[in-house]
C-alpha cells in the first residue's frame, strides 16, 4: 500500500476544525482553489466526503465528527515532537547519567555535584566511572554520557567545553625533610618520586620541566592515580606530584608546596557526543558540573 502523505492531518485538522475551505484557506496561507484540491485528496484517502454541502454550507460528516478531536489530539502531538526541547521539569524527570571521569575528580567534587542534582532532580542518578584511556567509542555508543578529563584534540567529533584550569603541586607527609627547607629544583628532583602513570610511562611533562635544569627524577614507583600516589606518600618519604584542584580532598593531612620549576597548566574539559548537545537533561547537568566547578575553583 501507498504510504500517506501524512502533511494532510495538519489540513484536515484545519478543515475541521474550520468547517469551511476559505477559512482553513485563509489559517493556512492557501489560495482557496489549493486548499479545495487538498479537501479532494483527503477525501480520496479516507474514502469519506467528510465535509458535504448543507445550504450555503458545509456541515462534517459522521465520519468526520469522529476525526475531529482525534486528528487535532495528532497534530498537537506531533508538534510538541518537533519542537526544539527548550525546558525540562526536573522534578519529573527519572535518569541515569553516566560519567566518566579523570582520578580526584568524584572525591573533590563528586558531592558538591550530587547535592547539587538531589536538591533540583531527585530522580536523576549519577553513575561515576574511572576513566582509564582516552579512547571516545563510549561517548559514541552512548555508554557514557559525560566525561570529565583532558580533551583530545584530535578527537573532532566529540564536543568540548573547558570547566577549570588545574597546576601540579608537589605533595609530602608532614615532617618529611622538604617541609623543613628552601624547595630548589635540584632539592625536588634529588628525592625519590611517585609517578603517576594510566599507560605506566615512567617520564611525562614534570621530567620535561626539569630537563632544562639538568635535573632528571628518581622514579622510585609509578602508579595509576593520583588516589595511590598520595596513600604511598603518605606512608613514605616519596614525593607525589599532583593536580592541586583535583585532589584538594585526598590530601588534606599532606604538606603541599608549589613546584621549583614551571610546568604546563592544565586544562580539565567536560565531553560529550554531539546528539546530546539540546538534550534539556544533559545541559541541565553540564551546567551543574560548570556551576560546582566554578564555585571550588573560586575557593581554591
Known sequence: MARPDLNLLVTLDVLLQEGNVTRAAERLRLSPSAMSRALARLRKTTGDPLLVRAGRGLVRTPHALELVERVGHIVQDA?????????????????????????????????????????KAPGVRLRFMQKTNNDAASLRDGTVDLEIGVADETIREIRAESVFKDRFVGVVRMGHPLTRTKITPKRYASGGHIRVSRRGLERGAVDEALRPYGLE????????????????????????????????????????????????????????????????????????????????????
Open 217 to 300: 627524577r628518581e622514579i622510585t614507583v609509578v602508579v595509576g592515580g593520583f588516589a595511590a600516589a598520595l596513600a604511598l606518600a603518605r606512608a613514605s618519604d616519596l614525593i607525589a606530584t599532583v593536580p592541586e584542584r583535583q585532589t584538594r580532598n585526598l590530601r588534606t593531612d599532606l604538606w603541599m608546596f608549589p613546584l621549583p620549576i614551571p610546568t604546563p597548566e592544565i586544562t580539565v574539559s567536560m565531553l560529550w557526543h554531539p546528539r546530546l548537545d539540546v538534550d534539556p537533561a544533559h545541559r541541565w547537568l553540564r551546567t551543574c558540573v560548570r556551576r560546582v566547578s566554578a564555585e571550588i575553583d573560586a575557593a581554591v
Open 79 to 119: 508538534e510538541a515532537l518537533l519542537r526544539p526541547a527548550e525546558t525540562v521539569d526536573l522534578g519529573v524527570v527519572s535518569r541515569t547519567f553516566t560519567l566518566r571521569t579523570s582520578d580526584g575528580f568524584v572525591e573533590s567534587f563528586g558531592p558538591d555535584l550530587i547535592s547539587r542534582v538531589i536538591e
